[in-house]
């Protein structure tokens, strides 16, 4: 069943412009917590994606933040295979992390270079890097930054790799509080000691030095440009589940599966 707007006029009253903000994120929740047993949650999900990427020609607030999921590497570990469609708990790792960021930012974008089809299913604008060559997760960020100087040269850039199906529901709201606490230009995530740099949030302002660093300097790194700069950090714990793993390998996909299986039996 396709799930119609136009035939639910709570949806329409749901989704106007006043009551986007406040609750798109909540609606967006509880559908994630139904995705695996109906899949009425799923199309309700396509209606809250689709009405909330469709503000992107509206004027947007210096506030904003853009979520951008990064999905444009090659997943060599992977034999090749597009990680942002490998199974997990019902659905696939680009639809978790869908799920995931939309209710911590205003706008969604993915960043892909490959079945640019199957992306455009998602209802999210699909951009492709703007720096040949398969340059890693910094083309990503690059790539995104450049969106914003053309939809949002006020907001700011809110980063996750797609294959990191457990980044927390407050990774936006904590990395936004320490760049602000420390007036800086870049904040990403920390755990166990260890910097995530792909799980970032980055100032519009940023794209003309990331660029050069690309493209001239020969930059791939994400911590090779972040330790050029200021950049404040927020601290997870590693317990339960480090909330920054990545899954880079079939046995890592096995355990992913198998650690939200274990979470799913204790509800």
Known sequence: MIFSENRFPL???MLSAINRRHLLPSAAAI???HWGGDPIFRNILKVLYFRWNRRINEPMAAAETIG???AGGRARRMGGQDKAFLPLAGGNLAQRAIARLAPQCDHLIINANRELDRFAGFGVPVIS???AG???PLAGILTGLDWLADHAPDAALLTVPVDGPFFPDDLGARLRAAAKSQGVAIACAQSGGRRHG???LFSAALRDDLRRAL???GIRKVDDWLDRHNAAVAEWSTEPVDPFFNVNTSDELARAEQYLRALANKS
């Open 11 to 13: 949806f329409r009253i």
């Open 198 to 200: 792909v799980y970032g």
């Open 68 to 70: 951008l999921i990064l």
């Open 31 to 33: 559908c994630k917590r």
């Open 129 to 131: 890097d703007s720096v």
């Open 215 to 217: 493209t001239i300097e």
């Open 134 to 136: 398969y340059a890693g």
